[in-house]
C-alpha cells in the first residue's frame, strides 16, 4: 500500500468572473491498495476491485459514445485518452445549432423559452429538475431538430441527441451520459 496526499480544492468566481479551482488548505493522507494486494485480501476486496474495473470499461465506453470506438482490446482500453476538448466543442456546437433552429422553427414562442430548451438541452441539472410539460416540449423538438439536421450534423450529434431524448422520456440517466 502507497499513500498519497491530495489537496482538495472547491470552485469560486475569479477575478474575470469565471470559475476557478482554489486550494481549501484541507490536505487528505489516502492509502492507495493494488489491485494485487486487495485480491490477495478477501473474496469482497476482490469483488470490488472487479467492480471497479467494470465501472471503469462502461464509463469509457459511455465517453466513447458510438460502437466503433469502445474499446475492444486491452491496448485500446488502457490507452491514454486524448483530452483535447472534442466533446466540449461537440456539444458547444450542438446548442448553438438547436438555437438556430428553434429560432425558425419555434418562433411562436417567447425568447426565454427558447432559451429555457437550450438550457435544459446543455445542463443536466436543468433537465433533471424540468417538469414532464417542458421535457416532453423538448423531446418534440429534439425529434423535429434531428428531421432538419444534414448528414454531418446527425452523425457529429447521434451520441447527444439519443440520450436527451431518453432522459426527456422519462429513462434513467447516468451522470456519465452527459459526458
Not at 488548505?25 to 493494488?34: A, H, I, K, Q
Not at 429560432?103 to 414532464?132: C, G, W
Request: hydrophobic letters at 45%; a negative charge; proline letters at 2%.
Amino acid at each position: 500500500m502507497k499513500t498519497v496526499q491530495i489537496e482538495l480544492t472547491s470552485t469560486v468566481k475569479g477575478d474575470n468572473g469565471k470559475n476557478v479551482r482554489k486550494p481549501t488548505g484541507v490536505v487528505l493522507e489516502v492509502p492507495v491498495w493494488s489491485a494485487e494486494e486487495l485480491q490477495a485480501h478477501s473474496a469482497e476486496a476482490s469483488a470490488w476491485v472487479d467492480a471497479a474495473v467494470a465501472s471503469a470499461c462502461l464509463a469509457k465506453a459511455r465517453n466513447a459514445g458510438t460502437q466503433p470506438e469502445v474499446a475492444q482490446t486491452i491496448e485500446q482500453l488502457i490507452a491514454v485518452a486524448e483530452r483535447s476538448g472534442a466533446a466540449l466543442k461537440l456539444h458547444a456546437a450542438f446548442a448553438a445549432d438547436f438555437a438556430k433552429f428553434l429560432t425558425v422553427h419555434a418562433s411562436d414562442k417567447k425568447q426565454a423559452v427558447r432559451d429555457t430548451l437550450v438550457a435544459m438541452a446543455r445542463n443536466k441539472n436543468i433537465l433533471a429538475t424540468s417538469n414532464e410539460v417542458r421535457r416532453t416540449a423538448l423531446a418534440d423538438y429534439l425529434v423535429a431538430f434531428t428531421e432538419a439536421l444534414t448528414a454531418e450534423q446527425e452523425t457529429a450529434y447521434s451520441a447527444i441527441l439519443e440520450n436527451l431524448i431518453n432522459v426527456c422520456n422519462g429513462e434513467a440517466v447516468e451522470d456519465a451520459d452527459f459526458e
